[in-house]
């Protein structure tokens, strides 16, 4: 069985949508429990596989017997092997803590926004655990296909905003298809392992250097990074609760993940900071998407574009570690990309428990709240001061990292952007909780004096934010057995000593 837990993390969930999808005409109640079988069985084979990839190494599936390279093959190191288990575990909670929201939201459009859900996990599972760079492409689109539609099944603005993401997330599919293309016709090959080995004699030749360009370009509009992030506050800000908590915390890092792994695993650390050096311009455009995205944060009058504005930045934050070329910087990056895939899904969860009793995400709405749901206002101050940076939440590690390597590389403008960023964020919490403590939630709400009672969110809420928001800390706490077991080798291998 566990030679076969690469696969089955991703065909389970694609069998399940289509029993899903049928179930749902004949009888509606059972999608949900479907989906959470289905979403807890990969969950708890990528914990497996986690776990064997770190006492035994990488782990290789053939798929239909096919030997690598001329067949797609499944290859899982502690890399990607860390990301996948977080992927589906932070799914599987996002599914259960939603179920209240998808009710009252999608209630007629339940089978197929379960559907939907299970098939974007397993296009983002599928790109974590792929070995072959065309297959990455084909399940790069299973997933931004499937979160067209998530985004598009809300009301207001969202189906226009879900256009607005497929037209600019089509884009970004073509060059990197188009990248593809020209290492394909350069080497022959699609395997990502064998076209590591066939690049370094053409490292000169502009093809490689037109296809690493192309690549990167359009990873770079599907993780949303500044200045090509203006779809990502409409899509995600307007998408129905259960979508946006779903894929604000893992679209983008999944986008850093495949940027990362194209860089370290395929052109590799020398083509990029030794032939091309491009490290020192994309830490300044990463400096730039930090001071940003906080920027435009501070302008924002609704809590969940508030938060989009915040993952922009966030980016930054990643794509700048990723570029110091050092071992602290990678360190803090790939730190950062589970690190921040928790913070986020612990504030999307927040606003999602919010706007499910208030019925409204607007600054002014959040009067009172610290009386009204005390135990949802605490879960989001602890992913404030995660955000934030203040230790032992699992945020401050990360920054530690990404600031130890903007020092170290003397990329001094990247370590002001992070206090920058921090700084405002500090504001831009403190604002939201002198709101939410201080504002008086009978005379906003037009409630009498029956409002004096907690309205907290449901227990099926509720209790799935408290497991994210203990996590944030537990995460911290255990942050130096994760460098040390997983992060560190991956760092150590592809050139960068520390």
Known sequence: MSHHYPVLIVTLPLLFAFVVSGVAWVKRSLCFPLTVVGMGLSAWFSICLLGEVATTGLVEYRLGGWAMPWGIGYRVDTLN???????????????????KSVAEETPKKMGAFYSLYLLFIVGLTGILVTGDLFNLY??????????YALIGMGSGRAPMSALNYLFVGTLGGCFYLLGVGYLYIMTGSLNMADVATLLPPLFNSSAIVMAFIFCMAGVSIKMAFFPLHMWLPNAYGNAPTAAGSLIAPLMTKVMVYVFIRLMLTIFSVDFAFVILKMGAPMVWMS?????????????????????????VSEIGYMMGGAWLGNHAGMTGAILHIFNDAIMTLCLFLCAGSIYYRTHGLELDRLKGLF??????MACFVA????????????GFFSKWYLISGGLQAGQYEFVAALVFSSLVNAVLFFRVIEISYYGDFETHHGHGSSGAAVMESPASMLVPLIIVSIGLIVVGLYTGGIVNHLIRPIVLKAGFLG
Not at 81 to 96: C, D, P, R, S
Not at 287 to 311: E, P, T
């Open 383 to 394: 992913g404030a001061l995660s955000i934030i940076g203040v230790p032992p939440t699992c």
């Open 371 to 376: 009386r009204k749901m005390p135990v949802t």
């Open 138 to 147: 084909v399940l790069l689109e299973v997933a931004s296909l499937t979160s």
């Open 287 to 311: 400096s730039l998407a930090i001071v940003a995205g906080a920027v435009f944060a501070l302008a924002q009058k609704n809590l969940k574009r508030m938060f989009c504005y915040i993952i």
């Open 81 to 99: 092997g860390l990301v996948v288990a977080v992927v589906t575990v932070l799914a599987f909670i996002n599914l259960i803590a939603t179920r």
